[in-house]
């Protein structure tokens, strides 16, 4: 007989069949008739499914006193109608088998709820809570919806390299990659000579693959990355991560306003798609974590984003008469305060904001003729604020080439990408969506350390 998953049984087990459940005890309850109910669940989904054990079962005593909150179990029994309120069904077992037990003297999850900091340093255990559990379903719907997308508008998913020798941002919030022995090098009076290194020069961890997309865009259109990102950006908030996922499309022959109906129709597409798939645990986020979630959702899937320019929001905040913690000024970058002010509490609505200051904003930008802004776009959403960053790129190979050494970076360490200008060079536009503020945005959750399984933030990488 095959496993039965509890999803399955619930939504639609009929009673008289048998089925083969097996999962980790949530709770036991003993009743003075002499039958005892498990609650079993197998993270398919939010709900237990309650196993009943009758005393008559054979070593019924001995098998339910090993039975604890965590123990692992395997079930044969019947489906029946319950008499119980709160579920359809539950299943009366035919055989029952403990295949671990868990000591309630030390088991870390107790039926209490615990606090999402205590359970951080159980990232072992913690997806067996209900919340966590559902943030595994809701990752992997938004992952799957990410896909569908793309591949609907026969995009190609193309992989960049996570090992590079170019810093995409040139910010120097690189992760550098050696095989130099470190200690020796301490001892030694030499200088350091990266052509002794692994890669014949310094390497690092990628922080984005937009560069290498780009070349994959400028030869057959249209392409997406979808992959882990680094960045040692040493900045301990509630949304950095020093290891994140991040989606990057790419497309030949965009200009600034179509990758903004790109983007626009990308975040409401997979927001709605996760509305769809996973009803239960978005419920469950209403209930538990963010009272105003599903409506916030909804309002992102069923309205037009607002679009202004980076130069309009500054005067929107400068007018606004509300005090912000870093007060704003043209030419400053946006923090999360401001970002959240314009789509919390001035717009009410996702934001698209373009045409940055080109003294805050990467190389690669477009530059506009005002010769003060570049083609720069980021979107903005209620509780998180910046959850993707985009832009038109510049194509004109002399223009980049000053605004390089303008960023203090040096044209030739960037040959090919030049290069890609040099021959046949067309528009093009892309951006990068966060992949776990995507996963705060869709459960409420306020911490970007439990929107991805093992978060990795300065000082801390265990598991
Ligand atoms: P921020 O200003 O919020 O630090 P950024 O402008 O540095 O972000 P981009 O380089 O534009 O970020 O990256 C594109 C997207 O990747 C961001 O909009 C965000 O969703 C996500 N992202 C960037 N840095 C991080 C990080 N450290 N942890 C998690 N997600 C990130
Ligand atoms: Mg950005």
Redesign the pocket.
Known sequence: MTRARIAQILKSGEPGTTVDVRGWVRTKRESKQDFAFLEVNDGSCMANVQIVVDANLPDYASLIKQIHTGASVAVVGEIKASLGKGQRIEVHAHSLKVLGTADPATYPLQKKGHSFEFLREKAHLRPRTNTFGAIARVRNALCAAIHAFFQARDFLYVQTPIITTSDC?GAGQVFQVTTLDLARLQQSKSPLDYSHDFFGKKAGLTV?GQLEGEIFATAVGDVYTFGPTF?A?NSNTT???AE?W?VEPEMAFYELEDNMDLAESFVRTIVKDVLERCPEDLAFFNERIEPNLIASLENIVNHDFIRLTYTEAVEILLKSGHTFEFPIEWGKDMQSEHERFLTEQHFKQPVILTDYPREIKSFYMRCNEDGKTVRAMDVLVPRIG????GSQREERHSVLIDRMKECGLVPEDYWWYLELRQYGTVPHSGF???L??TVQLVTGMTN?RDCIPFPRTPKSADF
């Open positions: 941002e984005s960045r950006e949304r950095h991560l994140f991040m910046e959850i993707i960053g990068g969506l966060g776990e503020r970007i």
